[in-house]
């Protein structure tokens, strides 16, 4: 039995997805004459209470076009230290947007009010003006955790008070919505742009939205078109998002449970010495002190479960649509056996 856990990108569409997807009605999107694509961004605009989307192919274009569009080049973001935009998108911030960052350690990732407050940068010459405050929700690094909205307020709050720009890294943030129980259309009052991820516990192959208002959409679409990100008849990527959007959210929590007994499994093994808690679909687990991080990768490669190194000494699983009870059972029964 094959079980992967390295990501929950590696998923593939259901036979009901394909269904959609083979059904889509196409255009040439370039010219907004595709209505399955103008149809996915009405509807996700809707959801996370924004006036405009836009279809991209990755999470790392929403990202980067959001953050070029919020500011000018030289000026700094205020981010997580092992942040996605920072640590994973090839140096987008300084290669597409020129700026410069401030990271942060925060809890877990998160980021708190006081950290952000004491890491706005005077208006002395000598500095980059801070212009925009970027967050992550969930937390990749962070071991999926997460904040709600009631701490996400007061951070927005600041933000606006000193003219700053909100950016969320939303990559995996109806993860998030379906822990915290807060209204995804609440989010876009405190955003100005929002970046959401179709491929990942969403299961669709491809794709991410940016949302924001018209204005900020209508400049992001100029930034997609000379990134390359301009597609033609997406639609049938654009089906496979509607349907995500539609059938496989509420269900992310059966991707949690999963994960919460992964937890449990491996807190009892005697060859990991602690386990980041477990608060969505990322298990990151540290290994005991002379413990060798790929002779475990690989020994677990050998029985058909595929996971990442994190860390000099970490390993991460991550727990997906694809991922069921049988490969649950079977993965324990891995875990349990293994000696170092």
């Known amino acids: 039995m094959k079980v992967d856990l390295r990501s929950d990108t590696v998923t593939k569409p259901s036979q009901a997805m394909l269904d959609a997807m083979f059904s889509a009605r196409v255009g040439d999107d370039v010219y907004g004459e595709d209505e399955e694509v103008n149809q996915l961004e009405a509807i996700a605009a809707e959801m996370l209470g924004m006036e405009a ?37 090839g140096g987008g911030l300084a290669g597409t947007s020129g700026l ?49 909205l009631q701490e996400i307020a007061p951070i927005s709050d600041l933000c606006l008070s000193h003219n700053i720009s909100r ?12 822990e915290t129980g807060d209204a995804a259309s609440h989010y876009g009052q405190y955003f100005d742009t929002i970046s959401i991820c179709l491929s990942k516990g969403l299961g669709a192959p491809v794709g991410s939205l940016l949302l924001g208002s018209k204005q900020v959409v209508h400049q992001a679409r100029r930034v997609r ?23 496989n959210v509420n269900r992310l929590k059966e991707d949690h449970a999963r994960a919460k007994k992964l937890e449990e499994i491996l807190e009892k093994r005697t ?34 479960i595929h996971a990442v190194r994190f860390g000099n ?4 699983l991550v727990t997906h649509l694809d991922f069921t009870d049988q490969m649950l059972e079977y993965t324990e029964e891995v875990l349990l056996k293994l000696k170092f």
Do not use: W
């Open 53 to 89: 989307a836009l279809f991209c192919p990755t999470g790392t274009m929403t990202n980067q076009i959001g953050l070029k569009v919020l500011s000018q080049p030289y000026e700094e973001v205020i981010c997580y230290e092992a942040a996605h935009i920072y640590k994973y998108e």
């Open 100 to 148: 410069s960052t401030k990271l942060l350690k925060g809890d877990r990732g998160r980021l708190s009010l006081k950290d952000i407050e004491d890491a706005i940068n005077p208006d002395d010459i000598h500095a980059p003006a801070t212009s925009i405050v970027a967050l992550e929700n969930t937390v990749n690094k962070g071991g999926g955790s997460y904040y709600t």
């Open 167 to 178: 950016h969320l890294d939303g990559a995996r943030l109806f993860n998030a919505l379906v």
């Open 225 to 247: 078109k000379y990134m390359g990100g301009g597609m033609r008849q997406a639609g049938y990527l654009a089906a496979a998002g509607i349907y995500a959007l539609q059938n």
């Open 271 to 304: 060859y990991v010495k602690q386990v980041l808690p477990v608060d969505t679909n990322i298990v990151i687990f540290e290994l005991a002190d002379g413990v060798d991080t790929m002779k475990v990768l690989n020994e677990l490669k050998e029985h058909q």
């Open 313 to 316: 000494n970490e390993i991460r």
